[in-house]
């Protein structure tokens, strides 16, 4: 079984930046899309950001303008880039590939934006 490993997450301040990275344990196929997700405490999972196998995009409101989603196919890495980051910001961040046959999630890294 293909397990996802996040990375990149940490502290950081007010209008920083971070570069958050999915890296698979193994190959994987027939992807229909990747993408990002998070959970603050006490709040339901959301979207952040996902990127269907055709280039289409889905932002939340919430980080559109601020967020960049991208994918190294050769090397199925999928990586999130976030500017300006708010205290708002605060979750733990998942990712996601989605197949044919199943949804693959990592086990979350934790972005904390505090002053």
């Known amino acids: 079984q293909v397990q996802l490993v996040e990375s990149g997450g940490g502290l950081v301040q007010p209008g920083e930046s971070l570069r958050l990275s999915c890296t698979p344990s193994?190959?994987?196929?027939?992807?229909?899309?990747v993408g990002w997700y998070r959970q603050a405490p006490g709040k339901q999972r959301e979207l952040v950001a996902a990127?269907?196998?055709?280039?289409?995009?889905s932002l939340a409101d919430s980080v559109k303008g601020r967020c960049t989603i991208s994918r190294d196919s050769a090397k199925n890495m999928v990586y999130l880039d976030m500017n300006g980051l708010k205290p708002e910001d605060t979750a733990v961040y998942y990712c996601?590939?989605?197949?044919?046959?199943?949804?693959?999630w990592g086990q979350g890294t934790q972005v904390t934006v505090s002053s």
């Open positions: 996601n590939i989605e197949t044919a046959t199943y949804d693959f």
């Open positions: 193994g190959r994987v196929f027939n992807i229909n899309a």
């Open positions: 990127m269907s196998i055709r280039g289409n995009l």
